[in-house]
């Protein structure tokens, strides 16, 4: 069983940048993959970008080249630095940790991108 909690959400203005991150309650595996999806009122949760454990990276079409994400296996985290953000952005940020056994999520933390 694992726990995972995100942090780094806020309110900002649109170009500009926040960094989420998210840490895992204990230690995982070494066969994972980590991530982040979103969801915005009235629409399904979308991927945002993952990261294997192997470091193989994953990105949205429509945050490539402004969102990264990165980890560390050593402390069990994921962030996901942002920047040049759009007001398209808003939503609600969920880390993903997905096992073979399956999927756990954080509680999400609300980022809101202003015009």
């Known amino acids: 069983q694992v726990q995972l909690v995100e942090s780094g959400g806020g309110l900002v203005q649109a170009g500009g940048s926040l960094t989420l991150s998210c840490a895992a309650s204990?230690?995982?595996?070494?066969?994972?993959?980590m991530g982040w999806y979103r969801q915005a009122p009235g629409k399904q949760r979308e991927l945002v970008a993952t990261?294997?454990?192997?470091?193989?990276?994953n990105y949205a079409d429509s945050v490539k080249g402004r969102f990264t994400i990165s980890r560390d296996n050593a402390k069990n985290t994921v962030s996901l630095q942002m920047n040049s953000l759009k007001p398209e952005d808003t939503a609600v940020y969920y880390c993903?940790?997905?096992?073979?056994?399956?999927?756990?999520w954080g509680q999400g933390t609300q980022v809101t991108v202003s015009s």
């Open positions: 204990r230690s995982i595996g070494s066969i994972n993959v």
């Open positions: 990261i294997s454990s192997g470091g193989s990276t």
């Open positions: 993903n940790l997905r096992v073979l056994v399956g999927d756990y």
